[in-house]
């Protein structure tokens, strides 16, 4: 308690005091040597002792007043920098316990840096990455990393050190500075997971992106920034979560024309759709926390990937669907019940949740609803060929479906789900002009129908459906059992097959319009929900009228 009041009790430096010290202490680190014969020349105890003595006793205005205020600053890194690298070179786990006699120079920097900021915060940062460039340090990244987390521990705005370190990225690549750019992109990966990041600059996020959008879109040359497109696809992906609901939102529209909008080859769009899809997965298109800002936006950005999907680019197609997926899930992680085209049994328990708040997003599906409907036939009749394209259109309609379970989507799906039907109906059937390759694929179809159907009922529990549905599907397993899921590479067809038109086996528009009449108009009584069973759970009971049957197995 003595020494802490005598403390307070030392009269305050002067200003020449301050700058006679400030040059004793640029003695003592030796700031005048050059860096590579420096660290043994350097008089630790003398240098933290002035070091203290300035950052304790000094006026705050002096210390900012002064001239000799960076060397104040590039002394205390001299000393920080032998600290890291003296702990870090400690292979003994027995010598990381014996004081290190650098041990204050962490204590003594953020001193000096907290007399500086938020006055001189630009000035503070300028000479911290000058300082690392001078010493040669980007390659030492741990020595720069524990640097940098130093000045973010201050409480200091975090947004400048990014901008600050972006800017370093985009001088070295006007360098074609290759491997320094790979040294700061590995430093700044580092410090971008320490704390939550604010007031960010939109061109900060947009140099960042153009960046990686660049390296993505030169693959096909295989050149050196190409090499650098995992360290900034790390660096944008570590600073989406960090980022606010407003933030989130702007990256979001920024990568959309990037994506969808620019002529790049269908490896290049995956791979840039990949962080866009991560981006997607931390937002949502109905966040209740945000009610102005997400109904402003939803629908711009719902109407742009109905766009895409609607287009003849099947790439561009299937992108827009995962990531109009990823914006609905509410993080429950429903569509991975979704892969593949399946059976959903009435007297089964998945483990799907059904969302109970989704009024905006609903109004939003009605707003949308005609445009939906259009885009997903079109991208169905063009693009379902291949078995992973139709699969990725299942789980767009399936999520749907659980993530807003009202009469108005199940109504809407199974509109879609008809039209779909006819559309690829007679085809089926037309033997004379029909190859074995669009048999395959229109019986895809015909049990994607038939999944997404079960799940409709499966999720609303009505007893009329129920009994339709069922019916229909027992039909299939006795006569056209290719026609229900699962989806298979190749089908075999029994003698006893229908392969003509059979009304028996595909859904009726009235019936269809009738139960959901029974189920939603006139509140039909529920069949009771399955009870929750653990994983891999096999029994079934084999009430009459339930899907309890294994499709097409």
């Known amino acids: 308690m003595g020494r802490l009041s005598a403390l307070f009790s030392r009269k305050r430096l002067t200003t020449a005091k301050t700058r006679l010290l400030v040059d004793q202490l640029k003695t003592s680190c030796g700031i005048f040597l050059d860096p590579t014969i420096r660290s043994p020349n350097i008089q630790e105890t003398k240098a933290l002792q002035i070091l203290r003595k300035i950052v304790t006793r000094s006026h705050r205005h002096i210390i900012q007043y002064i001239p000799d205020r960076d060397a104040i600053l590039e002394c205390s890194l001299i000393l920080v920098q032998n600290y890291v690298a003296h ?22 920097f953020q001193a000096a840096i907290d007399l500086l900021i938020p006055e001189l915060l630009d000035e503070v940062i300028d000479t911290i990455l000058k300082f690392l460039q001078t010493e040669n340090l980007w390659h030492v990244e741990f020595i720069c990393v524990e640097i940098l987390l130093f000045v973010l521990e201050c409480r200091s705005p975090s947004g400048p050190l990014l901008s600050k370190l972006i800017d370093r990225v985009e001088r070295f690549l006007q360098l074609s500075d290759i491997v320094q750019v790979r040294h700061v992109l590995s430093v700044l990966q580092n410090v971008i997971v320490s704390q939550r990041w604010d007031l960010i600059e939109y061109s900060d996020l947009s140099k960042l992106l153009r960046f990686y959008h660049i390296s993505v879109m030169i693959g096909t040359s295989r050149n050196q920034i190409y090499e650098l497109r995992r360290g900034l696809e790390k660096c944008l992906k570590d600073l989406v979560p960090l980022l606010s609901v407003a933030d989130q939102y702007g990256f979001f529209i920024m990568m959309l024309p990037l994506a969808f909008d620019t002529d ?31 109904s402003e936006v939803s629908s711009f950005i719902v109407e742009y ?57 609903q109004q939003l599906l009605i707003e949308q609803r005609v445009h939906l409907e259009q885009a997903l036939l079109h991208a169905i009749e063009l693009h379902s060929r291949r078995k992973i394209n139709l699969e990725v259109f299942y789980q767009l309609l399936c999520t749907l479906l659980v993530e807003v379970p009202s009469g108005f989507t199940a109504s809407a799906i199974c509109c879609l789900l008809l039209k779909v039907q006819k559309m690829f109906l007679y ?60 989806m298979r590479e190749q089908y075999r067809y029994a003698a006893h097959h229908i392969s003509w038109y059979d009304s028996r086996l595909f859904f009726d528009t009235l019936e269809i319009r009738y139960s959901l009449w029974k189920c939603f108009r006139i509140s039909e009584e529920k069949i009771p929900k399955p009870r929750s069973r653990s994983y891999g759970d096999v029994r079934r009971s084999l009430n009459e009228g339930t899907l309890n049957v294994f499709a097409g197995m």
């Not at 019986?443 to 009329?464: D, F, Q, Y």
């Not at 339709?468 to 027992?474: A, D, F, K, P, S």
């Open 305 to 361: 990937l109905l766009q895409s999907i609607e287009s003849e680019d099947p790439t561009r197609s299937i992108l827009a669907c995962k990531v109009l997926i990823k914006l609905l899930d509410r993080g429950q992680h429903n569509p991975d019940q979704f892969q593949s085209p399946a059976i959903f049994h009435m007297d089964t328990y998945y483990d799907i949740v059904l969302a109970t708040e989704f009024g905006s997003l």
């Open 427 to 486: 085809r089926s059937f037309d033997a004379k002009q029909q190859i074995l390759e669009d048999s395959q694929h229109t019986n895809r179809i015909h049990g994607t129908i038939m999944a997404v159907m079960t799940l409709i009922n499966w999720i609303h529990r009505a007893r009329s459906m129920n009994t339709y549905i069922t019916q229909v599907l027992h039909n299939r397993f006795d006569h056209a059992p290719n026609l229900n899921p699962p």
């Open 264 to 294: 790049m080859s269908d490896e290049a769009r995956i791979e840039f759709g990949s962080t866009i899809e991560h981006v997607a997965s931390y937002m949502t298109l109905y966040d209740t926390r945000n009610q102005l800002l997400v």
């Open 87 to 108: 702990l870090r070179l400690r292979s003994n786990p027995l010598k990381r316990c014996q004081r290190e006699p650098f041990a204050n120079a962490k204590v003594l």
